[in-house]
């Protein structure tokens, strides 16, 4: 994993930078002072050190810090991209093809890609030219070829992260290694991936700039009460790929609530095409099961809780209750829905928002009236 930081607030590059900055900010709150003067006073390293030491940490939220990563692991991805404070930019699976992962990972990819592009041929509208529906249904083998890789395949991300956040990442990361970090296999190789993170971000790292209440890593967590009105709650099965997607709603949140084990207890997702055929069916599974003997597959079902408030499970609905959406979430995304329906939810609200008289920018060939029929 390469960690380089490309931008920051300003002009501002070092620790000392942006303690500076944030005494700036600290004096805003109790100074007449306007921010140019506040600029010219000297640096007060007992006024940080106060602020530090009584938890007055908000100041340090103003320096924004933007990461580019290389080889990073899938699953530390979804760590990051779990908390709320952040920007993220990142290398699709949709529209990239996977390459330069493990020979037996590759070699599944490689031959699902074969198999799938054909089969979505067959059932992907034909209403565009040749080349330009051939590139659609070679990303959408993409996005389901790429079950068959490992939740800590290397990836690409561009991450902004303000200063503040980043030091209690750090210190929530040491304190999971300390605390979980043997539990399992997931957990081990996790915590390798968290070492090499901690390893690379220490020069960012402030001395007592941690969490002053109870929080922990979000990603985490215990099944919640099930529960729909104005606020929702509820607890449901989905693939890593698939809750990877689900993060994108940063105002929800989401939590693994059950540990993750090899071998995959709970099984594996199967696009709506694969579980259509008996053969295609049983070959996914069997492919994925010698994956999951000592790896993790995106495939692999995991326990997952999502709570959150109606109007951004609306949000939610906009986006994924649609044509382009990726196939997964749409469909838990409509399963989630039917029941929130039966609990006052708008009926109206389940359909596809170009059937809302919503405008679509999307690329959708499907149409409203089969946008959530679909099998791919």
């Given at each position: 994993m390469q960690i380089e930081l490309k931008r920051s607030t300003g002009e501002y590059v070092s620790i000392p930078e942006f303690l500076k900055f944030s005494q700036i900010c600290g004096r805003q709150c109790y100074s007449e002072k306007d921010f140019d003067e506040l600029e010219k006073e000297s640096f007060n390293p007992k006024l940080i050190n106060k602020t530090l030491r009584i938890g007055h940490h908000s100041i340090y939220g103003h320096e924004h810090l933007t990461f580019s990563f290389k080889g990073l692991p899938k699953a530390l991805a979804m760590i990051l991209n779990n908390e709320k404070q952040y920007v993220t930019s990142e290398k699709s699976a949709r529209y990239t093809q996977m390459k330069k992962i493990e020979a037996n990972q590759?070699?599944?990819?490689?031959?699902?890609?074969?198999?799938?592009?054909?089969?979505?041929?067959?059932?992907?509208?034909?209403?565009?030219?040749?080349?330009?529906?051939?590139?659609?249904?070679?990303?959408?083998?993409?996005?389901?070829?790429?079950?068959?890789?490992?939740?800590?395949?290397?990836?690409?991300?561009?991450?902004?992260?303000?200063?503040?956040?980043?030091?209690?990442?750090?210190?929530?990361?040491?304190?999971?290694?300390?605390?979980?970090?043997?539990?399992?296999?997931?957990?081990?190789?996790?915590?390798?991936?968290?070492?090499?993170?901690?390893?690379?971000?220490?020069?960012?790292?402030?001395?007592?700039?941690?969490?002053?209440?109870?929080?922990?890593?979000?990603?985490?967590?215990?099944?919640?009460?099930?529960?729909?009105?104005?606020?929702?709650?509820?607890?449901?099965?989905?693939?890593?790929?698939?809750?990877?997607?689900?993060?994108?709603?940063?105002?929800?949140?989401?939590?693994?609530?059950?540990?993750?084990?090899?071998?995959?207890?709970?099984?594996?997702?199967?696009?709506?095409?694969?579980?259509?055929?008996?053969?295609?069916?049983?070959?996914?599974?069997?492919?994925?099961?010698?994956?999951?003997?000592?790896?993790f597959p995106q495939a692999q079902i995991i326990q997952i809780s999502e709570r959150g408030i109606k109007e951004d499970f609306r949000s939610k609905l906009i986006l994924r209750l649609c044509g382009h959406a990726q196939y997964e979430i749409m469909e838990k995304t409509k399963e989630i829905a039917k029941e929130y329906a039966e609990h006052g939810l708008d009926p109206q609200w389940l359909d596809p928002k170009c059937l809302q008289g919503m405008e679509c920018a999307g690329a959708c060939v499907w149409g409203g009236n089969n946008a959530l029929e679909r099998i791919v």
């Open positions: 590759q070699e599944k990819y490689d031959k699902w890609m074969e198999i799938l592009q054909p089969e979505i041929g067959k059932v992907y509208p034909g209403n565009m030219d040749s080349e330009q529906r051939n590139g659609a249904i070679k990303k959408l083998a993409q996005e389901n070829a790429r079950y068959m890789t490992s939740v800590f395949t290397p990836t690409k991300m561009i991450h902004t992260i303000n200063l503040r956040q980043l030091n209690h990442l750090a210190y929530s990361m040491e304190e999971f290694i300390e605390e979980n970090g043997e539990k399992n296999e997931f957990n081990r190789i996790l915590s390798e991936t968290m070492n090499e993170f901690l390893k690379q971000v220490e020069p960012l790292r402030v001395d007592k700039l941690k969490n002053q209440t109870d929080r922990h890593l979000s990603f985490f967590g215990e099944p919640v009460e099930e529960h729909f009105g104005d606020v929702y709650s509820t607890n449901y099965l989905m693939s890593f790929a698939g809750l990877a997607q689900a993060q994108r709603h940063r105002t929800i949140n989401y939590q693994v609530t059950d540990n993750i084990e090899l071998g995959a207890p709970l099984g594996f997702f199967r696009p709506g095409l694969v579980r259509a055929t008996r053969k295609l069916s049983d070959e996914w599974y069997n492919d994925l099961d010698e994956l999951a003997e000592h790896d």
